[in-house]
Each structure stands twice: as C-alpha cells, then as structure tokens.
C-alpha cells in the first residue's frame, strides 16, 4: 500500500502518515525514489502500539466492502458473530469476503494465532463434519477450503519480513499421504513474524527424501503438520526415518496435527507436541 492507501484506511490526513513515518512511529518501506510502501505487518505493528491513536480502521475501504454489521463485527473482533458469515461465504465461494474477515480481522490487531484457532478452525472443522454427513458435497467442500486456502496464503505474501541469513531456520512439511496444507501455510507465517525463517516443504513429502537437503540447510527446527495418514506401516516407517535424522543432526521436532499423536507414541521425549496456533507463537514469541 502507498501512503494515500494507508491514509484512507486510518481515517487520517496522507501528512498524518508522513510524519508518523519520520518519527518511526510507523514502520515502512521506501522505494529508492523515496515513496513510502506498507505492508499489512507494518500497519498491524502500528495499531498494536497505538491504539489511542487509531480507534477505528475503514475497513469499508477493503475490498470496496458495504457491509456495515461485518465491518463493526470486524472491528470489536466478535468470533461468534463472525463464523457464520466466514462460514457461508466460505460455502458459497465469496473470495472477497473471506479475504476481507482475515485481513480486517488481522488489521485491527487481532493476532494470526487467533484467527486460525478461533476462526478458521472450527469453520474448516464444521465444513468437515458437514462433509462427512454428506451434506455438503466433495467439491463444495474442495472450494470452500480453496478460497480459505488463497486468503491465508495471500496475507501471508503481504506479510513479508525481510529476515537476516542467520536468523533460525525451520522446515515445516507433512509426511507422505497427508494433502492437509492449511497448518503450513499457518505455522510458516507465525514463525516468520516471530523472526525465524522457514522454508514450507509443502505436503505430503517423504522423510527420506529431504535427508540431504536438512544435512546441507541444518535446520534448527523441523517441523510437521500431521493431520491424515491412511497407512500406519508407512507412517511408522517415516517417523523412524525421522528418528534418525533428529539424532544424527542436531534438530528439535515439532509436530502438530490431528494425527500427531502416533509421534508421540514412537518418539516419545524427542518430540515436541503443540496443539494449536497460540501454543506455537508461545513457543516461538520473541
Ligand atoms: C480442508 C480439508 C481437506 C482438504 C485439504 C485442502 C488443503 N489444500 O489443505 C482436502 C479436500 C484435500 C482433504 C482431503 C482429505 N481429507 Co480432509 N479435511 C479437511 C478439513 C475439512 C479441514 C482441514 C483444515 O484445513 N482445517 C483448518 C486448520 C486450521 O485446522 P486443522 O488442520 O485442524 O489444524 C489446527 C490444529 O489441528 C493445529 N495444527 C494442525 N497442524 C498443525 C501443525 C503444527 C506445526 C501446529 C503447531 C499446529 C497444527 O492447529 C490448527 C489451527 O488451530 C478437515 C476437517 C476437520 N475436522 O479437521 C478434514 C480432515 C482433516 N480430512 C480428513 C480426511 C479423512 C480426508 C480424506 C481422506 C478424504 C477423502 N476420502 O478423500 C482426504 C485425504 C487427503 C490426503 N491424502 O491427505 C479427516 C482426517 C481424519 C484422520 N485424522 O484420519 C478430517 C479430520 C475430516 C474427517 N472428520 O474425517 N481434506
């Protein structure tokens, strides 16, 4: 965003903004021509510190969005009022909608970790349940996990943190089997914010295959997102392929997921569980 966007937004005059740039109050980039840039991270890192200065975000400007009772649900953060419109939009495929509850919701301050956990979680949870009732069908379940898919990765791109080489690295992945891709793209960020670099393997990758690439990158943490496996002879299979790896070279595991508790079982001690996204900011807060 530019500073007319970022005015606009905050209800305040583009001067506003400049001064408040010049005193570092408000953290920006400048393009090598001088022009001031915002990101969505430096615009939540101002309301958080500031929030006698800025009540209330336009959020009407998002998305050209005309929804008064959204925008005040939006603005006083009010998940049980939220959930059943994000669920409906995520339903019917509203991409702006979605877009604007994340990123309105994320603007007001609200932290990434709360978000997931006490929104897109129990919608996604919902949406399943609905699924497996076959009362919602395959690809309505399919889309509606697309458009929640495509406004978190895409707040996630305006988030971007430039993080010095030598910041800590994490690999986050899912084993071989699991196509579940919403905890990655989550936990990536929460990281990101939190100063630790980290590159997403994606889904279901096989242990075996990213040995070198671990040896090579040395991680500090490995991370997986463990939410489906139809196969327990190959999950163990890989959760032994894992143990060696965390013995050999010096990584903490982390898993999380659904379906993180055979880790536990195997690994005992030399795994991490966390259950949700506000453990792993906990963990990781700086
Ligand atoms: C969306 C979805 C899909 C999408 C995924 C799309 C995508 N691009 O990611 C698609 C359509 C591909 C899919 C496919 C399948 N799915 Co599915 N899916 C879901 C659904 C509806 C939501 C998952 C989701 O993204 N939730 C949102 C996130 C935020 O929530 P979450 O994943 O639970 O994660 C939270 C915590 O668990 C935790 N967490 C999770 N991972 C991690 C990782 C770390 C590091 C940390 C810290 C925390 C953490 O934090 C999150 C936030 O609070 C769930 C329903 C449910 N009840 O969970 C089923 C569900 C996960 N799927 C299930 C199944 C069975 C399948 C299929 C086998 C269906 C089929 N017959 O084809 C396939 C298997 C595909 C495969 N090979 O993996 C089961 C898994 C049951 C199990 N554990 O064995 C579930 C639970 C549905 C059900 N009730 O049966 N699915």
Redesign the pocket.
């Known amino acids: 965003m530019n500073s007319k966007d970022v005015a606009l937004l905050m209800g305040v005059n583009v001067s506003t903004i400049k001064r408040w740039t010049d005193a570092n109050k408000l953290p920006c980039y400048q393009t090598p021509g001088g022009h001031r840039k915002f990101t969505l991270g430096h615009i939540n890192q101002f309301l958080k510190n500031n929030k006698n200065k800025i009540q209330k975000v336009n959020l009407i400007e998002l998305n050209g969005l005309a929804d008064k009772e959204l925008i005040h649900h939006i603005e006083h953060a009010e998940f049980t009022k939220i959930i059943p419109i994000f669920f409906k939009a995520a339903i019917e495929a509203n991409q702006a909608k979605i877009s604007t509850i994340i990123t309105g919701l994320y603007l007001k301050g609200v932290g990434l970790d709360s978000i997931?956990?006490q929104l897109?979680?129990p919608v996604?949870?919902f949406?399943?349940?609905l699924?497996?009732a076959r009362k919602l069908t395959i690809p309505e379940?399919?889309l509606a996990?697309e458009v929640v898919?495509k406004a978190i990765y895409d707040l996630g791109e305006s988030l971007t943190t430039d993080l010095p080489d030598d910041a800590p690295l994490a690999i986050?992945f899912s084993v071989t089997?699991?196509?579940?891709?919403?905890?990655l793209i989550?936990?990536k960020q929460i990281l990101e914010l939190n100063e630790i670099r980290v590159f997403n393997m994606g889904r279901s990758v096989p242990v075996k295959s990213i040995v070198d690439l671990l040896e090579r990158l040395g991680p500090r943490y490995l991370?997986?997102?463990a939410?489906?496996h139809?196969n327990q002879e190959m999950i163990i299979n890989e959760i032994n392929e894992l143990q060696h790896i965390i013995s050999n070279q010096r990584i903490k595991l982390?898993?999380?997921?659904?379906?993180s508790s055979i880790f536990k079982t195997i690994l005992g001690k030399k795994v991490i569980i966390?259950?949700?996204?506000h453990?792993?900011k906990l963990k990781f807060i700086k």
């Open positions: 997931y956990d897109v979680f996604m949870r949406i399943g349940d699924w497996e379940e399919h996990s898919r986050c089997g699991d196509d579940h891709e919403l905890p989550m936990t991370i997986i997102s939410n489906y139809s982390i898993v999380g997921g659904n379906a966390i259950n949700n996204m453990e792993l």
